[in-house]
């Protein structure tokens, strides 16, 4: 389904102006209360506001529905770009559905895109129906609410039974069915007043400046995960997989984080979901750099192993065209994939929606970036004073039940934390 700010015809459909701006502040601080949308990293990325014109679809097209979409509609769009960067121009911020289900995707371009990268700054505007876009005057935003108080209950699952779905998970990789499953658990976070989503997406990104903190039609968090990033030829995803909570004792944590470089367990883990990203993205590119061995990338609640796979486009395919070769990946589904996700189905006990999967944006190039929905929150569209939180775990023959459920309650931190200090 298509939604349109007005009825778009003729080959003067959009009118999209890129110009450079001086610094206007942290990006965060321009946005809106109502729908805000961002990406951000280390305080550089994108946020926008408005609605322009947005796509939703479901199914197992989905992927493909909103590629022709966007095409047909950059497309025919009348483009002023004074910066020449990625993500200048026309951009869209998406976030798709986990599976093929009834969950719908989106994408969504903005009235306005507010963009920053090194020492440069832009403002995009969209005007329709060949109208000229309005001026952009950037002020800073009123100022961001607490959503206090917020109370937190078990979602589909208490810690206990989800302990138990986590050993039927473990018993079915015993009998050979698969070699790795990821299971989600969910929270129910409540206030009595509507969650102003910027609040939370403020302490996420101060918190952790090394994740991609996301806010798309009412999907926020911050992942460490890159699903898949394409800048003018080069294609890059950071792959993680193998967790382990920090302590809060530096000396201690140095431990914890060689045992994690030598775990059997995680690097098996690792290794399954390293090779699903390769795999999937080698008919796409013309080399390719597969590290032999991960990276420790330590966050401020717990530490991942992680592997940057990269390789040079060999089609043209665009960033959402390599977000749906990818997923899903092994890190948020498992091996093989099929009976990966027929366990999630049948044990899990939730309905992940968008939950673990692709959100981030493209460009009118097609260049972009995806995360994976990760360790992050739904405002419940029929009640914005209630929130799902995520996150999940990867389960191998080696998992113990309890020290899962340790590790989610580690991932479940972030989200908690933004939402209550």
């Given at each position: 389904m298509t939604t349109l700010r007005a009825p778009i015809r003729g080959p003067a459909s959009l009118v999209v102006r890129t110009v450079a701006v001086s610094d206007p502040g942290p990006l965060l601080g321009l946005l809106p209360e109502a729908s805000p949308l961002a990406w951000i990293r280390r305080g550089e990325g994108l946020v926008g506001w408005g609605r322009a014109a947005s796509f939703r679809t479901r199914g197992s097209g989905r992927f493909g529905h909103a590629e022709r979409w966007w095409r047909e509609l950059v497309g025919t769009a009348v483009v002023r770009d004074e910066v020449g960067l990625p993500g200048c121009g026309p951009v869209a911020f998406g976030s798709f559905a986990f599976d093929d289900g009834d969950a719908s995707s989106v994408l969504v371009l903005p009235d306005v895109v507010v963009g920053h990268r090194a020492d440069r700054w832009w403002v995009t505007t969209v005007g329709v129906q060949g109208a000229l876009?309005?001026?952009?005057?950037?002020?800073?935003?009123?100022?961001?609410?607490?959503?206090?108080?917020?109370?937190?209950?078990?979602?589909?699952?208490?810690?206990?039974?989800?302990?138990?779905?986590v050993a039927e998970a473990v018993s079915r990789i015993a009998d050979g069915k698969l070699d790795k499953v990821v299971l989600a658990r969910d929270l129910v976070a409540e206030s009595p007043m509507p969650v102003d989503p910027r609040w939370p997406l403020a302490r996420l990104a101060e918190r952790y400046p090394r994740c991609w903190t996301f806010s798309v039609d009412g999907l926020l968090g911050a992942t460490p995960e890159l699903l898949v990033r394409l800048e003018r030829g080069l294609v890059t995803s950071r792959v993680l997989a193998g967790t382990i909570r920090?302590?809060?004792?530096?000396?201690?944590?140095?431990?914890?984080?060689?045992?994690?470089?030598?775990?059997?367990?995680?690097?098996?883990?690792?290794?399954?979901?390293?090779?699903?990203?390769?795999?999937?993205?080698?008919?796409?590119?013309?080399?390719?750099?597969?590290?032999e061995t991960p990276f420790v990338l330590d966050l401020a609640n717990v530490m991942h192993l992680a592997t940057d796979v990269t390789g040079v486009a060999a089609d043209s395919s665009s960033s959402l065209t390599l977000a749906a070769a990818l997923h899903p990946t092994a890190a948020v589904c498992g091996t093989p994939t099929d009976e990966a996700a027929a366990l999630i189905s049948e044990i899990e006990g939730l309905d992940r929606g968008r939950y673990a999967g692709p959100v981030g944006w493209i460009d009118a190039s097609g260049d972009g970036e995806w995360g994976i929905a990760l360790r992050c929150a739904e405002i419940d569209p029929r009640d914005p004073a209630r929130l799902r939180l995520f996150?999940?775990?990867?389960?191998?023959?080696?998992?113990?039940?309890?020290?899962?459920?340790?590790?989610?309650?580690?991932?479940?931190v972030p989200m908690r934390d933004a939402l209550t200090s």
């Open positions: 876009p309005p001026g952009a005057a950037l002020q800073r935003s009123t100022p961001f609410r607490r959503p206090d108080p917020v109370a937190f209950a078990d979602g589909a699952l208490s810690g206990a039974e989800w302990e138990l779905v920090r302590t809060g004792d530096h000396a201690h944590d140095l431990a914890l984080a060689a045992s994690l470089a030598h775990s059997s367990k995680d690097l098996e883990e690792h290794e399954y979901a390293v090779s699903s990203v390769a795999g999937a993205l080698t008919p796409h590119c013309s080399s390719m750099n597969v590290p996150a999940g775990c990867g389960i191998v023959a080696g998992s113990d039940p309890e020290a899962e459920l340790a590790e989610s309650v580690a991932k479940l």
